[in-house]
């Protein structure tokens, strides 16, 4: 009897560790969607990290006040962020029953608990004072050292201070870990950029492309809802979350919170 030469991965699987990757997903029961669960959540979560460093990207480009780099790096984040409201898809395709067949061997996991989705969310600029403390208290490096730096938004405003905007001081100058509240000076300042698109081309270019990030962001958020909807009905979340309802009140908030408010005035 032969014996099978030994395999030897080819440059691409060691390259980016592919086996090591499919090594990862391990299901813990023999529930048929458990798998496609577990593979769809790994791709969320590389996905995540992937508009994370497109927006960081963007915030590097502002520092510098170079709006093209930046919307060009916002508009690959929005690409991403296509794709990540396409994966709900996968899981929608999962019928109620055979989720349940495997909930319960996800004991308290959560997405929720993603410190990639919860560095997502501060960077754009969502970091309430309970997701702060949590993240200094005991949340992944990563985060602390998110909370460290302005957000995305935080940036925006500086910039558009540096180009001559009225931007309050309370807004460029407040401690990078608080969340921006909205203010309606900063309203008047987009609505300064809408009324006169042609004047403050670039402005209005960078405004546009935040938009598109903030809309497929609040896209993503509805769509976990309906999944979730779908999935558990009324039933709590893992994690001691309110699953459905938490989720509908998530779906409230919008991120940088003026470019949404100051059209009412325009």
């Known amino acids: 009897m ?31 969607g458990e798998l496609n669960f577990i593979l769809i959540s790994h791709v969320k979560e590389l996905l995540f990290r992937a508009v994370i460093d497109d927006l960081d990207t963007a915030r590097g480009a502002l520092e ?22 396409a994966c709900w898809e996968s899981m929608n395709g999962m019928s109620v029953d055979e989720f349940i067949a495997f909930r319960h061997v996800l004991n308290d996991a959560s997405g929720t608990q993603s410190f990639a989705y919860r560095a997502l969310e501060f960077v754009m600029g969502n970091r309430p004072p309970g997701q702060v403390e949590a993240a200094f208290r005991d949340g ?22 540096r180009q001559g905007f009225s931007v309050p001081d309370e807004c460029v100058e407040r401690p990078p870990e608080q969340q921006h509240e909205a203010n309606p000076l900063i309203e008047d300042v987009w609505l300064e950029i809408y009324r006169h698109p042609d004047r403050h081309h670039a402005a209005h270019r960078l405004a546009e492309s935040l938009l598109e990030v903030a809309y497929q962001f609040s896209c993503w958020r509805a769509t976990h809802l309906l999944v979730v909807e779908r999935m558990l009905g009324g039933k709590s979340g893992t994690a001691g979350t309110d699953g459905a309802p938490w989720l509908r009140t998530i779906n409230e908030h919008r991120f940088f919170p003026e470019l949404w408010t100051f059209r009412t005035r325009l």
Do not use: I
């Not at 560790?17 to 029961?29: C, G, K, T």
């Open 2 to 32: 032969t014996t099978a030469p030994e395999y030897v991965a080819p440059e691409y699987v060691t390259y980016a560790h592919m086996d090591r990757l499919h090594e990862l997903a391990r299901p813990r029961s023999d529930a048929r």
């Open 64 to 85: 510098r006040d170079d709006v093209p780099d930046a919307c060009l790096a916002l508009s690959r984040a929005t690409r991403t962020q296509r794709v990540l409201v």
């Open 140 to 161: 992944h490096a990563m985060l602390r050292a998110e909370l460290a730096r302005p957000s995305l938004y935080d940036e925006v405003l500086r910039h558009l201070a």
